[in-house]
């Protein structure tokens, strides 16, 4: 703050020289005669003074700011978070990690924000069979101690980092928090959800399903509203994307680990080697490193995600979520549309090599989607989707089972027109116990949040909520689309680019594998749709600060 303030005297103190110089060269255009001029100061010393003792007057509010909210953080957080846990190493280690978190936020609130991320791209939400370190970390969920707080380890960082936010920005006389053009499809559909809560408790629904069910929705607002009011500069844009490189590279190496290590290469009687929503970050990546390619290539981003390729195409091939894989084509064709339109220079060259890839990928699929070595499995995982190979059990009773469960859910919003509420079972008219009799072991809550998160959400929202979420996606991807045409800056406009496609991509996969209820998921789309409202923004101080720079 105290930076902001003191600019304009730097800037006054540069007005006053270029003042002197100009009249200076007046005199050495005539000769050196002097010629009487009534030169007056722009600002005068007192004035000077007067915006010095301001800057320190700012500065000493602050500190003191900063004092006062670090104590209360201090006091109330870690009680909040560790209480209830034994003192042990366990117990001294979170205690730590909790203090630095909450001192660090309190600094630099933005810095909640990318620890956040950096959980949603590095650590999962449950654990694995295969232990990796980060599936046993207690972001996403608490140690058995710990359960039955009403909040996750994540949603106390959302808390403090909120609180931080609005405190900080109401002492410096701002609005406590803002939204954009967002922030009107955001609310009706948090009013949905919100009225959808109130009226499944009201109707019999269960308190700790509700729970598990709305906090999904919950998360993907605050990430927003997180986004939106510290994301505000083109350098924070990049420390993004930073974190998310470097997550999907760590992930990528993990699982590469996995495949080839522990479990030797051999994925016989495994459905996966790593988490679901693993995939979708997987995906994002190989999406953001082909916009490097066909858009702007900044480089030091484009060779770290370049060098993760390899052990990244490994994970997410061995990884075997058929969606992801669909997922993926749609956001490149995605992503090549939006560059056809933006780049008309470049057209013939994006035809050429999209015809290219087609020839390709379609010489590839004919040719090994009945392969059974390693190399064939993505074409066999795609034939799958619409003929699944009679010998491939695995994928035949997935697609069954979905098929049954979406039977299951058309049937029930015909029941339920104005949906059903939170916290209860929707109708199975089909048993999905007759494809999977110990399903209750392996998914408590397989008749409350079904694979089929975009039904879900019209079971539980009903018709009118069902078009408003139809309405936040569309207001995104059409508002995207138009920044996109807008941007100057090559940089944010390849963000706005990758922010569609990948509004595309959560949809796609939200049809089949829990796109919409998975933490992860839901954190980090909520986190990309408030980047996407201050693109313009930052593109007009990038464009600015380009002109002065070439003066």
Request: hydrophobic share 50%.
């Amino acid at each position: 703050m105290c930076g902001a303030v003191c600019t304009p005297v730097r800037h006054t103190s540069a007005l006053l020289i270029d003042h002197f110089y100009y009249h200076y060269d007046d005199l050495h255009k005539y000769g050196r005669r002097w010629v009487a001029m009534d030169i007056q100061p722009l600002v005068t010393t007192s004035g000077l003074r007067n915006m010095s003792a301001l800057c320190a007057t700012q500065k000493r509010q602050n500190t003191i700011t900063f004092l006062i909210i670090l104590i209360t953080a201090l006091s109330a957080v870690p009680l909040l978070v560790l209480s209830g846990a034994m003192t042990s190493f366990t117990f001294i280690y979170g205690a730590l990690a909790s203090l630095t978190i909450v001192a660090v936020v309190v600094w630099r609130p933005v810095v909640g924000l990318y620890i956040a991320l950096a959980a949603v791209v590095l650590i999962e939400q449950a654990p694995l069979p295969t232990y990796i370190v980060t599936d046993n970390l207690y972001v996403f969920y608490w140690p058995p101690s710990l359960e039955g707080l009403f909040e996750r380890p994540i949603g106390f960082l959302f808390i403090l980092t909120l609180v931080v936010l609005i405190c900080s920005r109401i002492v410096n006389r701002k609005p406590p928090l803002t939204g954009g053009k967002l922030m009107i499809p955001f609310s009706l559909y948090l009013l949905c959800v919100a009225i959808a809560v109130g009226y499944g408790l009201a109707t019999g629904g269960s308190l700790k399903v509700t729970v598990v069910e709305a906090r999904p929705f919950w998360y993907m607002f605050i990430s927003f509203l997180l986004s939106y009011n510290l994301i505000t500069l083109k350098k924070h844009v990049r420390a993004f994307f930073w974190v998310v490189i470097i997550g999907a590279g760590v992930k990528g190496l993990q699982g590469t680990y996995i495949y080839l290590v522990y479990w030797h290469g051999n994925l016989q009687g495994h459905d996966t080697i790593m988490s679901h929503e693993e995939s979708f970050f997987f995906a994002a990546l190989i999406l953001l490193l082909m916009l490097f390619c066909m858009h702007y290539r900044f480089r030091p981003q484009f060779y770290v995600a370049l060098s993760f390729l390899p052990p990244v195409l490994i994970a997410f091939f061995a990884n075997q979520r058929r969606a992801d894989y669909v997922a993926l084509v749609v956001g490149l064709i995605v992503a090549w549309c939006m560059l056809f339109v933006m780049k008309p220079g470049s057209r013939k060259k994006m035809a050429l090599a999209l015809l290219v890839c087609v020839v390709f990928l379609g010489s590839y699929v004919a040719a090994f989607s009945h392969s059974r070595e390693w190399y064939g499995q993505p074409a066999r995982a795609v034939v799958s989707i619409v003929n699944p190979s009679t010998t491939d059990t695995r994928n035949t009773n997935s697609n069954l089972y979905r098929i049954i469960e979406n039977y299951d859910l058309e049937y029930t919003a015909k029941r339920y027109p104005l949906g059903m509420g939170f916290g209860k079972p929707f109708l199975l008219p089909v048993p999905l116990t007759k494809i999977f009799p110990q399903i209750r072991t392996f998914d408590p809550y397989y008749d409350s949040v079904p694979h089929n998160n975009i039904y879900w959400i019209w079971i539980r929202l009903g018709v009118i909520g069902y078009s408003v979420f139809w309405y936040l996606f569309g207001a995104v991807i059409v508002r995207g689309c138009l920044v996109a045409r807008k941007l100057k800056d090559p940089y944010l406009q390849l963000t706005a680019i990758f922010i569609v496609a990948v509004a595309f991509m959560e949809i796609i996969v939200a049809f089949a594998d829990y796109q919409l209820f998975f933490f992860r998921n839901v954190i980090y789309v909520g986190l990309l749709f408030g980047m996407l409202m201050r693109l313009p923004a930052m593109d007009e101080t990038a464009v600015a600060k380009k002109e002065v720079e070439h003066r």
